[in-house]
């Protein structure tokens, strides 16, 4: 090989002693290929610095071995650890992952999916199902394979896994109802444009209306993934004449935000006000008191997403339905309602 020129494919097979086809089986479905083959090729590849020409392979696959996924936000860790482990799992199944936030807006989502598919991404990971008609045309037009997560509620000729939210905050709520509470209120990510916390809300109606309370009573503030906003949310839910005697969030973020709020205010937690979460992030544990939240399987599902993903990539055309069991984590931040 001259000293200027790339490394090509058939270097690599030459020094690693294989054929161009095992080369390109490692790189591509690593997996198929017996460890020790794959360590020589890996050393080659490495001693080379070869990298795979993907517009020339794309142009003879009609594949570009990326895949694409778009999240609500990269402000917080909701989404991280699902994300992490889809990557994690396409990764070893070889393929790249290109990720895109939306900032909860769904314009700014259809746009991204779309410049995403010009760009060539074989397929799409997107985060509940809450958008236009127009996009999931486009998506069938475009034969792109894509897998629905975080939500579990969508038309059967969709793959999705996830899990049920109303189902999730229904079950909080009956334990909340257990303890005595009768006065509810809820601290939301904006409703119009997200099924996921639509869906939360409902089981917190659900369950306030299957023990006799009027659920139009509920008192909702929606506000963004943000400490502060979930505090301001509690003021105002404080200074209503019936104020709640339990704040139920849609997520750990707005839980921590409501509790150092409560207590800036002077009130105990739990025994003046109790408030609840939903995820089970990591830092759930380290407020004071540590929340008690819905334990959602991240790293599960994001797993299972990828899995189902690379099987509709690879032809499979029964698309996945994967609902997951989330559990309730008792903490101290639930007691019961103040005599």
Known sequence: MAESALPTLED???LAGVSTATVSRCLNAPERVASATRERVENA??????APNFGARALVMRRTGIVGAVIPTLASAIFSRGIQAFQHELDRAGWTLVLASSDSNRETEARQIRALIARGVDGLFLVGAERDEAVYRFLMQ??????????TDVPADQACVGFDNAGAMEAMTTRALSLGHRRFA??????????RARGRVAGVRAAIARAGLDPDTLAIEEVPYELGAAGDAVDRLLAAEAAPTVVMCGNDVQAAGAIRRAQQRGLRVPEDLSITGFDNLEHAQLVDPAITTVDVPHVQMGTRAAQALVEA???DEQPARVTLPVSLVMRGSLGPAPA
């Open 12 to 14: 690599v097979a030459r």
């Open 142 to 151: 475009r034969k792109t394979p894509f897998v629905i997560g975080w939500t």
């Open 186 to 195: 809820v601290i939301s990510a904006p409703l119009a444009q997200n099924d």
């Open 313 to 315: 990539l690879r032809g």
């Open 45 to 50: 590849v490495d001693t080379l610095g070869y």
